[in-house]
């Protein structure tokens, strides 16, 4: 199962753009890169995903390195809104098309006025 | 569409009772899940299911039932509660099609005295 590595905290000022960095080195040729975030207390809600190439989002944007082992999550003008923690999550493949997702210990983001 | 629902919202429970934790879908999805979160870590998958009469083991399934008898309701035993099951508690929907996101319920806290 390819594993994901994310720095426990991170700091931004409202208003600059948020950049999380994810490493994922193991993973395989046909698992996407997810990007949930949990705002304290309430269910993860998800933000974006993507296989090769970047995407982009009325949220967010991913930026995924050609090599695939590791990638960024940009929040171009953050809020006081957008402090949470963020995870980063590999696809995993069961079998017949169902996947399952594997939560690590993400990233806690506190953006500052 | 309510999206996905849990009942309770919160839940205390002593040490060795039973009680069955709610969850419910109206997108038609055919993947559920089950995740607990403690204190300071990511969530955990306890059990999944990828449609009706199948379900399958996650990576901590101990002191955990689960039954999938219809597409929307997915429930989650305690059939002799711990005090290290005291956590929150998170149920999660998807379809099992090409990249689609996975939606999470509110949660349900849990205390086991």
């Known amino acids: 199962d390819a594993k994901t590595t994310q720095p426990p905290s991170m700091d931004c000022a409202e208003g600059r753009a948020a950049n999380l960095p994810c490493n994922h080195s193991?993973?395989?040729?046909?698992?996407?890169v997810y990007w949930y975030r949990q705002i304290h207390s309430q269910g993860p809600q998800y933000i974006i995903h993507?296989?090769?190439n970047n995407e982009t989002n009325e949220m967010a944007s991913l930026i995924i390195t050609e090599d695939r082992k590791s990638s960024t999550l940009i929040l171009p003008h953050a809020t006081l809104r957008d402090t949470a923690v963020y995870y980063c999550?590999?696809?995993?493949?069961?079998?017949?098309?169902?996947?399952?997702?594997?939560f690590g210990q993400g990233t806690r983001l506190t953006i500052n006025p | 569409n309510a999206g996905v629902t849990q009942t309770p919202k919160f839940q205390v429970l002593k040490t060795g009772q039973s009680m069955t934790l709610q969850c419910a879908q109206d997108?038609?999805?055919?993947?559920m899940s089950w995740y607990r979160q403690d204190p300071g870590m990511g969530l955990r998958l306890i059990h999944y299911s990828v449609g009706a009469g199948i379900t399958d083991q996650g990576e901590v399934p101990n002191g955990y039932n689960v039954s999938r008898s219809t597409t929307e309701d997915f429930p989650l035993r305690l059939l002799s509660a711990a005090p290290s099951q005291t956590s929150v508690y998170f149920c999660a929907s998807r379809g099992i099609r090409g990249a689609e996101t996975q939606y999470f319920g509110p949660g349900t806290r849990l205390l086991v005295l």
């Open positions: 193991t993973i395989s040729g046909n698992e996407y």
């Open positions: 997108m038609n999805h055919e993947y």
């Open positions: 999550i590999v696809r995993l493949i069961i079998f017949q098309g169902a996947q399952k997702l594997v």
């Open positions: 993507g296989l090769k």
